[in-house]
């Protein structure tokens, strides 16, 4: 009788996942198992922590359709690994490949506490082109998305999975699974999935800006926890503008993963350093995270963010740069407040693009500057996203509602005035950035155009 482990961690499905598969080929019990890492969790919103809990919960529920119950426990990955590999009898655990520095030391301290027992680590589960299946000619990896995505497009992509057919779970105690119900998990992901690819798509390229309307197909946050799968996704995407765009946005999420894995210190570290001297100013970091800038078009945003657990793509970035561009406050502390409350908070995504809207990462323009009351004109010119996350404005008609200051205080709602002077507040960042060292860069576009991708979608 042979029997493995199939260890999920941020590849919560049955469907596509070739972890899984492995495990089911050839052996007679099959143990799918989750370990709750209490270090992973710490400091996160309830809501961010109860759509793992639902997604679990699901996990077990078409586990149980197969055969099989999802293995809790909590504690150390590799010393609860190891226990139940020894308790079981397991000849193999399969886990999926990660980028972070984290991911990694886990699955070499599996390896070790293992022993004899084998650990197999399968790299294509997470995207559509594995790190390191798209590489310069000259090696390493790439640090510009423009040729990056057009050395993945010619890239064959490995085929589909289907789930295994049966699982067979030996005698063992399962552990504490959630029982909860709620939108997380594979059912309701790929829900969203077939109904946002029946419809949705065709329309992405010219509505997934625009803030007022429900124009992106929000699966960032099942596409993080691996719910679903970006390689299925990109092969039922279809064709036509609005397919096409989706499906460089997988790409960009590749490109993020592949960059991960080459340099892990991103998470934390410059990709570019560009020599700032970010400003120390914790009552603005304060007001930015409440939503209480005096922008309308910032603080909607980032009250969407606590209410939700996710972002506007065009919001993520208007907010993003009036944090570290015009605040000029440092790029980490507007991705660890990212990072606690989205549902689809990624190491690769998050830091990567809260960089890149800094201008210490990829883009190929650090110094350019959103100016958010033109972000608002363009993009939410009627005020409808304003006055449905800023209520206190939700008077004001039309594109009123962006520059409530020019009203007499009594009008205003009790909506605080703007934190500093937008004009003032450009200028200090480029004068920074001169002052240090900083060099001015041309006006040409680049490869993104001026989107940034927060999400999965959006760039």
Not at 56 to 73: I, P
Not at 166 to 183: I, W
Not at 418 to 441: C, I, K, V, W, Y
């Amino acid at each position: 009788m042979t029997t493995t482990v199939a260890l999920f961690t941020r590849d919560l499905r049955v469907h596509d996942n070739p972890a899984l598969s492995a495990a089911a080929r050839g052996a007679d019990h099959v143990v799918p198992m989750f370990v709750r890492d209490r270090r992973i969790g710490a400091g996160f919103a309830d809501g961010r922590a109860r759509f793992l809990d639902e997604c679990l919960a699901d996990l077990d529920r078409n586990l149980r359709g197969l055969g099989a119950r999802l293995v809790v426990r909590e504690g150390d990955p590799a010393e609860e690994v190891a226990r139940l590999a020894e308790e079981v009898d397991a000849e193999r655990v399969h886990v999926a490949a990660d980028a972070s520095a984290f991911a990694r030391t886990r699955e070499a301290a599996l390896a070790a506490a293992l022993g004899r027992r084998a650990l197999e680590v399968h790299p294509d589960v997470h995207a559509v082109v594995p790190p390191g299946g798209v590489r310069p000619q000259g090696g390493g990896h790439f640090s510009v998305f423009g040729p990056y995505h057009r050395r993945w497009q010619e890239v064959p992509w490995r085929p589909v999975l289907p789930p295994p057919e049966r699982l067979s779970l030996p005698r063992l105690r399962v552990g504490s699974v959630p029982r909860v119900s709620g939108p997380g998990g594979e059912t309701k992901g790929r829900e969203r999935a077939a109904s946002w690819l029946d419809d949705g798509v065709h329309d992405y390229a010219d509505q997934h800006d625009a803030l007022a309307e429900d124009g992106t197909s929000r699966l960032s946050p099942y596409l993080h926890l691996g719910c679903v799968s970006a390689l299925e996704l990109a092969r039922r995407a279809g064709d036509g503008p609005g397919a096409e765009a989706f499906v460089r946005q997988l790409a960009w999420r590749d490109f993020h993963l592949q960059v991960l894995a080459a340099r892990p210190e991103v998470a934390h570290r410059d990709f570019r350093p560009r020599g700032d001297h970010w400003r120390e100013d914790p009552e603005s970091l304060l007001a930015w995270q409440q939503g209480r800038t005096g922008i309308p078009i910032v603080d909607a945003g980032m009250r969407q963010l606590l209410a939700e657990g996710w972002m506007h793509n065009r919001a993520r970035l208007i907010t993003g740069s009036f944090l570290t561009k015009t605040l000029y406050l440092d790029w980490r502390a507007g991705a660890a407040h990212f990072f606690a409350h989205l549902l689809d908070g990624d190491i690769a995504n998050n830091c990567l693009n809260w960089q890149w809207v800094a201008g210490t990462g990829t883009d190929t323009r650090p110094n350019r500057v959103l100016n958010p009351l033109r972000q608002a004109e363009r993009y939410d010119p009627d005020g409808d996203y304003v006055r449905r996350y800023v209520p206190e404005l939700a008077h004001l008609p039309g594109a009123l509602v962006h520059q409530p200051w020019r009203l007499p205080e009594r009008e205003r709602g009790g909506y605080p005035p703007p934190l500093l002077d937008l004009g003032e507040g450009r200028a200090r960042f480029l004068n920074a950035r001169q002052g240090s060292g900083g060099r001015r860069t041309s006006k040409a576009e680049s490869p993104s155009s001026e989107n940034a991708l927060f999400d999965v979608e959006d760039r």
